[in-house]
Antibody, heavy 121, light 106 residues
């Protein structure tokens, strides 16, 4: 059974960098699939942040591209998210996800439990 | 970018009711659409992909239809465990995007 677990801070100050790690169990990242991040502000909808393949190829949401870096560490079976220069608008639950590839298209079939981060001084 | 619009934003229903949720894309996405169910405090769960293909283990009371720009999620007979928020997601092109959600409540 594939499981994903986010780890990161609960509180970040404005203008700082938010960093999350997603640890994957039950599947080796180096075997394939894209892996990514989605966020959800409290009481609001879902926003795709970006995705990465095990080779390091990335796809970023253009609305966040200047802020984000997604990387993968296959030796640890982990991937990570860095979001720089955060503001209160970046307060959200952050989910790590696996992307299911079907018909040359991507859907999100496995999700972490989510981790709430608050941006506040 | 493709914008996804769901309607209604919320619906009140009772156990046994037939519930229909619609999702509209700002441009033709063929059948590249998914539906997710999210319960409070939990991560979303993939129910349907490619507009009408049910994921393994998802009850057959859930069904999806549509193509092009207009899509529908139908719950044929609402069960207590179905009270949740439902999101559509377009998979046609990056950036991947979601609808605003439809809350199914009593």
């Amino acid at each position: 059974q594939v499981q994903l677990q986010e780890s990161g801070p609960r509180l970040v100050k404005p203008s700082e960098t938010l960093s999350f790690i997603c640890s994957v169990s039950g599947y080796s990242i180096s075997s394939g699939y894209h892996w990514g991040w989605i966020r959800q502000p409290p009481g609001k909808g879902l926003e795709w942040i970006g995705s990465i393949y095990h080779t390091g190829t990335t796809y970023y949401n253009p609305s966040l591209q200047s802020q984000i870096t997604i990387s993968v560490d296959t030796s640890k079976n982990q991937f990570s998210l860095k979001l720089s220069f955060v503001t209160a608008a970046d307060t959200a639950v952050y989910y790590c996800v696996r992307l299911k590839y079907s018909g040359y298209r991507y859907y999100f079939d496995y999700w972490g439990q989510g981790s709430l981060v608050t941006v506040s001084s | 970018d493709i914008q996804m619009t769901q309607a209604p934003s919320s619906v009140s229903a009772s156990v046994g009711d037939r519930v229909t949720i619609t999702c509209r894309a700002s441009q033709d996405i063929s059948n590249w659409l998914a539906w997710y169910q999210q319960k409070p405090g939990k991560a979303p769960k993939l129910l349907i992909h490619a507009a009408s293909t049910l994921e393994s283990g998802v009850p057959s009371r859930f069904s999806g239809s549509g193509s092009g720009t207009d899509f529908t999620l139908t719950i044929s007979s609402l069960q207590p465990e179905d009270f949740a928020t439902y999101y559509c997601q377009q998979a046609n092109s990056f950036p991947l995007s979601f609808g605003g959600g439809t809350k199914v409540e009593i």
